[in-house]
């Protein structure tokens, strides 16, 4: 390209310097003019050949442009990662933040359920258990034993007196149960639940029991075949057990999560 351009000024340089010449000449005038029109042409091709400066100038703003676009993405892509990571970190921190916040309002929510079951609730079953107990012992099973063998053995009046005792201590225990909707002071869903099922599973152990007594008194008023009514007391019998077992089971579990002795 520069060899081309210095050609080129060397040509039109001879053409005006023989154009002065052939001024000055007059002579030889028409051989100088041809020869200067030859440089002026030799002027006008190298001129043509030349590579335009403006071409080549586009070429590489088109290039630097374009090295531009590429370096910016580039940039623009490492600013989005380094925003993805931050966000990243943030979400991590906020995360870690929320489980340690919610550890610690379980924690405090145990602290708080035990002690609420501790002073509020604890003692309530702990006194319709006793209770369940002092009936069976105190009115059952001093008379018992021998009615269920042979009824006619035992004291009629007294068997009578026990088992009415038995199913109206039963129904009252029964109604305290009813009523017994502390649970509700727990905070932790899962203890109320349990809660719910004890209080359920104790008020059919309480039932059963006093529908043993009242079966028992059904066979003695002669309103059905006593030996028919035995029977019912002891299949009443025995689900009331069952039915005391599952109720305690709750209460383990409720205990258990809690940190509370039974005893």
């Known amino acids: 390209m520069q060899g081309l ?19 000055i000449k ?32 586009k070429k590489d703003v088109k290039v630097t442009a374009t090295e531009a676009k590429q370096d910016e993405t580039k940039k623009k892509n490492e600013e989005d990662q380094k925003k993805a990571d931050e966000q990243k970190k943030v979400e991590e921190q906020r995360k870690q933040d929320e489980d340690k916040k919610k550890q610690e309002q379980q924690k405090t929510a145990v602290n708080t359920d035990k002690s609420t079951y501790e002073n509020e ?28 063998k042979d009824p006619a053995s035992v004291d009629q009046n007294a068997l009578k007196e026990k088992m009415e005792a038995v199913t109206n201590r039963y129904d009252e225990l029964s109604n305290k149960n009813t009523v017994f909707k502390d ?47 035995m029977e019912e007391a ?17 209460l383990t579990e409720v205990e258990s999560k809690l940190g509370v002795s039974r005893n």
């Open 5 to 23: 351009m210095l050609l080129c000024l060397l040509a039109f340089i001879i053409f005006i310097v023989m154009l002065v010449i052939a001024a």
């Open 183 to 229: 649970g509700a002071k727990l905070s932790d869903p899962v203890l109320k639940e349990k809660i719910e099922k004890f209080r359920v599973e104790f008020g059919l152990a309480t039932n059963y029991r006093s529908n043993a007594g009242r079966a028992v008194t059904q066979g003695m008023k002669g309103i059905a075949p006593l030996k028919e009514r």
């Open 121 to 148: 609730l604890k003692p309530k079953i702990d006194s319709m258990i006793k209770e369940y107990d002092e009936i069976w012992n105190q009115e059952w099973r001093p008379i018992w034993g021998e009615a269920s």
């Open 234 to 250: 002891q299949k009443s019998i025995k689900l009331s057990d069952q039915k005391l077992i599952n109720a305690l089971a709750n």
């Open 26 to 57: 007059k002579k030889e005038k028409k051989k100088l003019v041809i020869s200067a029109i030859s440089c002026f042409v030799l002027f006008i091709v190298f001129a043509s050949l030349s590579p335009k400066p403006e071409q080549g100038k």
